[in-house]
């Protein structure tokens, strides 16, 4: 198994510009979340979707980011417009259904907003 | 509110010591902490997990104690390798909303020097 695949690996873009961050979960795999991580506050929960429904939104910053599941294989993240304050590295993590202890993690893609 | 303190923030050790990583945790309800080490560009990696009734649990050279009471873990480190210089996260699970969500620690950053 490949684990969870995401990309870009890394991206910078200008302020103002739509950022979409992708992600392939663990094959089997029913849940998926979305983390941000920055150096002030570590590893923060944006979206949790289980069976492709977004269960938990809660830690999405705000309106300008949405994420999508429309399928068991793939979700995206988007970010429009994007800011500075953005820049952060941004994680994927799946789960099997029943194993609450096996969330794998992607390597993230590191976003910087210029 | 939910928290996780982890201490020290950084630590610096020379290859072949031992070191010990501690995690305070201030969470409820409590359904099992972990250890994930992060290696720099890289998402974590889950070390160890343990729940409210174990006290130790060891994996390879890393072993975590958990004492529930108290709430308190740690993470020691045997014979430390170059290899083990990463962030160590401590990950502490509280089944909250009608799903099991993730607190995180701001990590320890250790480096081993040869």
């Known amino acids: 198994d490949a684990g969870v695949i995401q990309s870009p690996r890394h991206e910078v873009t200008e302020m103002g510009q739509e950022v979409t961050l992708r992600c392939k979960p663990i094959?089997?795999?029913?849940?998926l979340f979305w983390y941000r991580q920055t150096m002030m506050r570590g590893l923060e929960l944006l979206i949790y979707f289980n069976n492709n429904v977004p269960i938990d939104d809660s830690g999405m910053p705000e309106d300008r980011f949405s994420a999508k599941m429309p399928n068991a294989s793939f979700s995206t993240l988007k970010i429009q417009p994007s800011e500075p304050r953005d820049s952060a590295v941004y994680f994927c993590?799946?789960?099997?259904?029943?194993?609450?202890?096996?969330?794998?993690f992607g390597s993230g893609t590191r976003l910087t907003v210029v | 509110k939910n928290q996780v303190e982890q201490s020290p923030q950084s630590l610096i050790i020379l290859e072949g010591k031992n070191c010990t990583l501690q995690c305070n945790y201030t969470v409820s309800p409590f359904s099992n902490l972990r250890w994930y080490k992060q290696d720099t560009g890289r998402g974590p990696v889950s070390l160890t997990i343990?729940?409210?009734?174990?006290n130790t649990k060891s994996n390879g050279r890393y072993t975590a104690t958990l004492d529930a009471d108290t709430k308190q873990s740690s993470l020691h480190i045997t014979a430390s390798q170059l290899s083990d210089s990463a962030s160590y996260i401590c990950v502490v699970t509280s089944f909250s909303g009608g799903y099991n969500k993730l607190i995180f620690g701001a990590g320890t950053r250790l480096a081993v020097h040869p």
């Open positions: 343990m729940t409210f009734s174990e």
């Open positions: 094959s089997g795999h029913n849940s």
């Open positions: 993590a799946s789960r099997g259904q029943g194993d609450i202890y096996g969330y794998t």
